[in-house]
């Protein structure tokens, strides 16, 4: 077998165009393209020529702590010498960093509520669109969102009706330094900052509307209603000091811990990190770090990290796969054994390779034949699969199955392990190959492959996706295909030298573990969905700055969230001068039937989102008219609900 190589120079540095061209791409566009060649060499890296270095290889023929043009190892101490300090830094590039508003995702809603009121939200059929890549980000807004998030909120004012979050004698008569405190307290947790004066008077006025006649608890119950349909509440606001119209500012500290909480904790900030965001400690990279340390030594890490890899994975797409062979006992199993997988990978060295290359498994009584051990006396014991083929998520039931032919796979390790932009197949395409007798699945892959029209995908794809054959549509293991062996022998297409050559997805996985384009593309993907947006090639920088720690710390990946969450990139973003227009007046009116209620909710949070539009750059108004109109449309259906059907016209006289 050709040794594999380490440094290399993939063809993700260009458009894969089913036709052939290849036009040129920066990293942040087509992923991790900078690297070097066996030997020394220099590539053009950020603008500059860094010198690389030979590797040294190790007893099974991959690359010891092989490292990337000057880069430090990713592998281990032999790659690149010391620290190497963001090279990029003094390019001139444009600094550009946008911080869209966006709505919290249905998994942050849901999480956000529970934090605040202590009651689980109830679950919807609404969907999350995706948006960048395999993530999604923010909730749409239209009618059957709105409706359910009325519907919510009024389940949740309701259930607040005990007074448990009220920090004063519910049976007493309405007590106005009480309201204040409950306001401050509860909608400031909602709204993840310290409210304005006009906020404050706002919600106390509302909290007395809701007490009416002396009714403490309907005034808890309108107030967290209010609060739960707000604008400030239901979108990811990053503003930043707004007091400058050119280059970039820094977030406040309240931004900064809302943005690392739902990061890593998937959650509102808790009362720890509040407590340090207003005592100024989030305005510097050490207490930063330090709380994002502290943040993923809590139980609410490993649901962060989990809910990012069941998107990257494809696991909320499982469902799909529901046929005979897959009932939703198995699909649901099979996702969390890859769930429990994640979690005790960033439970225990959070290591890239561990990820990539452990033989641990979770099974249950349903997956214990498909991996060939014993049925746990129980659900989901932990056990140590064959390490012959085996291999961390690569490996998963719920990944061979979600990614079940050649192209599929190959396409998973191009697109999501080596940032590679594949394109749709052409209208033109032919129809999948169909496997004849004494003929493999690979076999009859290749053929398709040869064809014109698909060869300029597939050979980036499919070659790496035949090291999976040991493992049939279904993700059971094999050593035969229709009678005759399996052939896992794989290539991965390179440019600038010889094709990395392996047998088996134990050889990919250890390549891939030891590859500085995997190390920089996880960097990549962790950086996008930190900043919830696409990537410009304005943010290769931060990319590079992301990646230097991870690689020196042995591509732990909890070294790279500290990084990305101390580094300027995710503390600041682009500058603008906010303007200061005058808050909406309390939306009078009476709660003495429902209708009159749900007007006054609605209008509520419609002069909030109104109040919110006249201070967010253009870029962001979209997104919030969007809401806006959620809002009318809802009101104006449930007026109509309210009013109920016309009356039958008058029958006509007889003549």
Known sequence: MTKLRV????????VFGCGGGIASRSVAEAGADDAGTAGTSSVAVGGRAIAGSATTSGGNGLP????????PGTGGAAGGGGPVMPYCADTGAASVNPAPVLGLSTWEYQRSVLALTGTAASDENVEDATRVGPFAFSMDWNYARGAYLLAEAERQGAAARDAKLLPCDVTKPVDGACATAFVEAFVGHAFRRPLSDAERSRYVSLFKIGSGKGDMAAGVELLVEAALLSPFFLHKIYLGKGDASV????LTGFEVAARMSYLLAGAPPDAALSEAAARGALLT???????ARRLMGAPTFSDAVVHFHSQWLGLDQLELLLSPSFTPELLSSMRTETERFVAAVFQGDR????LLQSHAGFVDARLAPRYGVSAPAQDFAHVELDPQRYFGVLTRASTLTRFNDPTYRGKFVRERLLCGVMPPPPPQSPPP?????????REAWEQQRNQPVCASCHQLMDPIGFGFENFDELGLYRTTDNGLPVDASGILRQTGGADADFNG?????SWLSQSPVVGKCVAKTWLGYALQRRLEMADDCAVDAAYLPFANADLDIGALLVALVSSPRFRSRDAFVVPSPAPPQLVSGSVDTEQQRHKLLLDFALAESQWLMQGVPKDDLMVLDQYATMLRDLEIRLSQVSAGPSPAPAPAPAP
């Open 285 to 291: 990279e050490a207490g930063v770090e330090a709380e």
């Open 351 to 354: 290591s890239l390779s561990t």
């Open 64 to 71: 010891v702590g092989a490292g990337m043009g000057g880069m």
């Open 247 to 250: 280059g970039l500012t820094s």
């Open 7 to 14: 440094e290399l120079v993939l063809i993700l540095s260009g």
């Open 433 to 441: 190959a169909a496997i004849l007798p004494n003929q493999t699945r």
């Open 505 to 509: 997805v134990g050889e990919l996985a």
